[in-house]
């Protein structure tokens, strides 16, 4: 039993390592959503390839003030809430099955 824990534990450490990973991805494309930058630059097309998947289901929702898009900061608190969760049950069947957490 003691190698499913350790098999969620080290699951729950590879969910919270990429949500954190899509946390900065995120914020670096604000970040250059503040700026002319040319949108086909090799990083600018890596950003949006990467974080409009995880956004795309926000912008169906009107999360617009005026010019201000609030979609990026309903996906930080979604993608909070989602790795809250899943890191929970992950580290809560690892001390299930007998392996503590360390993270």
Request: charged share 10%; net charge positive; hydrophobic share 65%.
């Given at each position: 039993?003691?190698?499913?824990g350790e098999?969620?534990?080290?699951?729950?450490?590879?969910?919270?390592?990429v949500c954190q990973i899509i946390y900065w991805l995120l914020f670096a494309r604000i970040v250059i959503s503040w700026f002319p930058v040319d949108p086909y630059h090799n990083i600018v097309q890596f950003l949006f390839q990467v974080t409009e998947p995880i956004?795309?289901?926000?912008?169906?929702?009107?999360?617009?003030?005026?010019?201000?898009?609030?979609?990026?900061?309903?996906?930080?608190?979604a993608l909070f809430f989602v790795r809250n969760v899943l890191v929970g049950l992950l580290i809560g069947l690892a001390q299930k099955f007998g392996t503590a957490p360390a993270y």
């Open positions: 039993m003691f190698v499913f098999f969620f534990r080290a699951l729950a450490l590879l969910v919270n390592g956004m795309a289901p926000f912008r169906r929702v009107p999360l617009q003030i005026g010019m201000l898009d609030l979609t990026p900061l309903v996906t930080f608190i």
